[in-house]
């Protein structure tokens, strides 16, 4: 190839990739592609998107069908190959098309600011024109000066022949705000490449009571801590009197080099951090087949509180009132059928965990007793002695999220940018104004005679007021003046 | 008087507003137009005293709950934008809000009747739909200030959407030069359908008793017509909205004789679409997209996960920067962009109500 052709290849390209037109395209592709992946579930089992297949083009055509999507990567589609490809060239649109066009704005942005030529002025698209019979130009121009730094323009000024011209700007970097917003959608970009090559995603189910030094990606893969995280305990606090749940809780505690270095009770929204990697609630559950202590705190009345530990069969007493009792029975969460009115657990979560315990009294018949954690008037005893259900402890797990983003921060960073930018260009403007001032007839003889003009980059509509604003001020101004003489 | 009390004044009078709005248009008196937007200022400001009741018992209903909470968390944390009920509710009132500021600064009043519907739509669909109007308790993921933000930008957001929806809706009425124009087919139908499944919707919510209208969306989403299971009330159904979409289609037309003689001028209405969505923009993009990505990042530790409802969200913002990149570079004007508001607008709705009952239904199996 010649050295010319070359050159013309290359610019072709460059052109195709600085268009607006592949910019509409590629939007267009990327909208229509995403709602595939809405309808479609992602990385899900493949009997899941078979009935969902099955229900548009019938049980016989379903799997036919399930295999074309799958090769043409529907079924993870935000990572299939072509998806990538069609957002690297969205935002290697973007980084051309900023290239391409940004020399001219900057162009625009620091074009030599000259007066104009009266007539110049009479066709721009803001104009106001105005006579005044009694006033000198001087005192004119002079109001119009006050008016125009009143509005806090930087006023420049020129006279040639019998005329001055005041002509001012404002807000001429506004005409980049645009870039600025392109390179944050950059910058977004690059900071979720960072996440994904140097990041990690995890997650981690811990139980009450015990630790590990790794988290697990979502293929079962071990990921590293280099530092060991311990659950001291897991809670689900509800609304009062209710089953919803008002803060999901766990206490975690960072060990490293056999030492405690950090303890927080984390919640959905409150995470924590350590070096890098932080640790989200995320979920929580019961562990099968579990053999957790009761927590519980006996009082006798009036007596000191003493908390106990007991094992399932465990017996224990309240010091000096010779009532004892045994762990016979749990529940995590028991209630009492609407229909029936008798107790039935109903829900494997510890929704309303209750302990059932086999009562000895002096002078009765051994009973069975429920002690509710969430209505601690359930262990209320004859005689002002209580039981209170502390937790049963190391029958839950903790789910937590386990993550490092080092690109994180360029996405908020990013996301600052964006709002900066998104400002500048919707709600700022480049804003010019020429007022042209004479008298009607040469000399300084005559009513004295004002062209004001203007044009703006955008927001036509609030510029009109702001030049409105600005006439009338320094036209008020200058009757007022006429009006003392 | 009861929020509940306030918030059903303010409903009846954009109702109300909703007709005066279509009168003046049809007869064009003046009185009769400034009694329109007297209904609808109103309407607006019962029911900001609707909000502002709600607010404060949901801020008492917080403090028993969290008797510790500071006065400016439980303020945030009782703010009523926690479900699709308030949700909704506070969409209508800046939806609202902005339409009256826009007929105050440009001075355009059958602007009105494109506005007022969106509204009556939006309320009719609050109670036919059959949300839960309690003041709920707040589960944990949403107990942050980020998610606050998030939905109320992102309502404002939609709101001016919303506006530039109606003002491109009187736009494509007023250029059309004959029925047979592309667009105003794709507008008879757009409106036609909006109308029918609200309808549809209505018919569900008559034919429930009071316990089963609690998942109308859920598990009776047109049941009663287009999903029924008698295959004469589909085809009727069908037959219906067919019938109707093409009575639509041929008086719709009649709504632009009615403009043009308002000193209604397309370029008005081409600058409220466009100015609606130089507002609505950067609002949704930062509180709906990056506002939505932070929370997401401190709940879950992921800003992106393509769930649908970000896809969703990341689908329209594409519509509206197709938008603005056609409008400006492009140098698509007139009818071309106007489509795309409408379009956007639909992915608003689709965004909020069809991500929740279009594919949550078809993702939940064994339920059919
Ligand atoms: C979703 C991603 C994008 C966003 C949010 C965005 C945002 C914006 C905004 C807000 C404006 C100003 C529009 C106005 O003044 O009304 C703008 C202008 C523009 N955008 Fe984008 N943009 C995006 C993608 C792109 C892409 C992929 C291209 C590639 C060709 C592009 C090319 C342009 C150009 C050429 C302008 C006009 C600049 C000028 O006035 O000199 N944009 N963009």
Redesign the interface.
Known sequence: MAEKDKKDLFETIWSMLAS??L??AV??V??LS??I???V??QAEPA?NL??LA?FFGDSAAPTVYNIFAKLGFMDM?RSWWFVSFLSLFSINLIVCSIDRFPKTWKLVNLPFKPLAEHVIKTLPVKKEIKFRTASSAAVKDEFLNSLKASRYHVLESTEDNATQLYCQKGKYSRLGVYVVHLSIILIFVG?IIGARFGF?GHLNLPEGQFSDVAYTSDGGEIPLGFTVKCNWYETSY??G?D?????QSELVVIENGREVLTKAI?????LTYKGI?F?Q?SYGMLPNARGQFIITVTPSGGRPETLRLMFGDSFEIPGTGISGTIDDFSPALGSDRRTGNLTTYSENMVNPAVGVIFNMPGQDAFKGWIFKRYPQTGMLQGGHSIRFDDYWGAEYTGL???R?PG?WL??IA?II??IG??VA??MSHKKIWVHVAHESPGGKGPVRISLGGNTSRNK?AFEKEIDHIFTRASQAVEARQAKK | MSSSAFFNISAGAYIAALVIYVIYLVTRNKTVGVSATTMTIFGFVSQTIAFLIRWSNSYTFWMTSNPSSGLVEALLRAAPLRNLYESLIFFVWSLIMIHLIIEFKYKIRSLGAFVTPIAALALLFIDISGTSKEIQPLIPALQSNWLLFHVLLAFLGYAAFGVSFGAAAAYIVMVTESRKEKTYIFWSLIIGIFIIVLVAMGIDFMSLSADERKNLIQSHFLKSTFRSESGGVVAASVVISIAFLFALWQMGFGLKKVLASLSVTTTMLEEIEYKSIAIGFPLFTLGGLLMGAIWANSAWGKYWSWDPKETWSLITWFVYALYLHARFIGGWRGKRVAILSVIGFVAVIFTYLGVNLVLSGLHAYGSG
Do not use: R
């Not at chain 1, 919803?244 to 999901?248: C, K, L, S, W």
């Open positions: 607006v037109q910019a509409v939007f267009i990327l909208a995403s709602i992946g809405t309808i579930e992602q899941k009935a969902l229900k935000y979720a995603g609304y009062e209710l919803t749940p008002m803060e999901f919640q959905v929204n409150d995470p932080t989200y995320s999220q386990v993550s983003d994180v996405i908020y996301c964006m709002a998104l400002y919707f709600f509509f």
